[in-house]
């Protein structure tokens, strides 16, 4: 138990499907972020939200869509995927974006059909 | 460019001490992170080291060379449950974490 709990654990879409990713964190951090991970990659920054301000947008496609209500709520919405876009996302908490360890959630595996 | 090598797979024996080593060239340095990745599972925090030396925490050790660009994490009385992936991540001048690809480690009885 990471403190960190990403739901669903698995998904499988269709391109023109419409699915959200959720992310809720139960550590009291003010910052938050998404990563894709690919198999024998590193890991890729997507987004980063601090105090529920987006603060990092890595060239993300438009077709990956965050949203962050509160400090402890995270999504990504997602809407007419690639097959490339398969992976495993995910989720993880910061105290601050400084020098503090992140922690993770146990990921959303993503297959896109 | 900013980049972040380690190797992609190490095997050692159980009771055995490894060594995987991280070089790194990135634009500035605030801190350098080991996270540890069983299969389907979360990456967990090992070590973080900003100052050169050594790090030791329980079974595991970390080491850092600010000058070389350079860290190892070093893994003493191997166990099974040791077998997963390793990851470095460095934070560079503006507080971005740069991550290395991760070492995937197998132990064998």
């Known amino acids: 138990e990471t403190g960190v709990t990403q739901t669903p654990r698995h998904l499988v879409m269709g391109m023109t499907n419409k699915k959200s990713l959720k992310c809720e964190q139960h550590?009291?951090?003010?910052?938050m972020y998404w990563y894709k991970q690919s198999a024998k990659k590193p890991l890729e920054l997507m987004f980063v939200y601090n105090f529920k301000e987006q603060t990092e947008n890595n060239s993300v496609p438009s077709r990956f869509s965050p949203e962050c209500p509160n400090s402890s709520h995270l999504f990504l919405h997602l809407h007419t995927l690639q097959p490339e876009d398969s992976a495993l996302y995910l989720c993880?908490?910061?105290?601050?974006?400084?020098?503090?360890?992140?922690?993770f959630g146990d990921g959303t595996r993503l297959s896109i059909l | 460019g900013q980049n972040i090598d380690q190797p992609t797979e190490m095997t050692a024996t159980e009771g055995a001490i490894v060594q995987i080593n991280c070089t790194y060239q990135t634009s500035g340095f605030n801190g350098l992170f080991w996270y540890q990745q069983h299969a389907g599972e979360a990456p967990t925090f090992l070590s973080y080291?900003?100052l050169d030396g050594l790090e030791e925490k329980g079974r595991f050790s970390s080491f850092l060379s600010r000058s070389k660009g350079y860290s190892y994490l070093l893994l003493k009385e191997l166990q099974m449950k040791d077998s997963a992936s390793y990851l470095c991540?460095?934070?560079?001048?503006?507080?971005?974490?740069?991550w290395g690809a991760g070492t995937k480690l197998i132990i064998k009885p």
């Open positions: 080291n900003v």
């Open positions: 993880a908490s910061s105290l601050g974006t400084e020098n503090q360890p992140q922690h």
């Open positions: 550590l009291g951090h003010n910052a």
């Open positions: 991540a460095v934070r560079d001048s503006n507080y971005q974490l740069i």
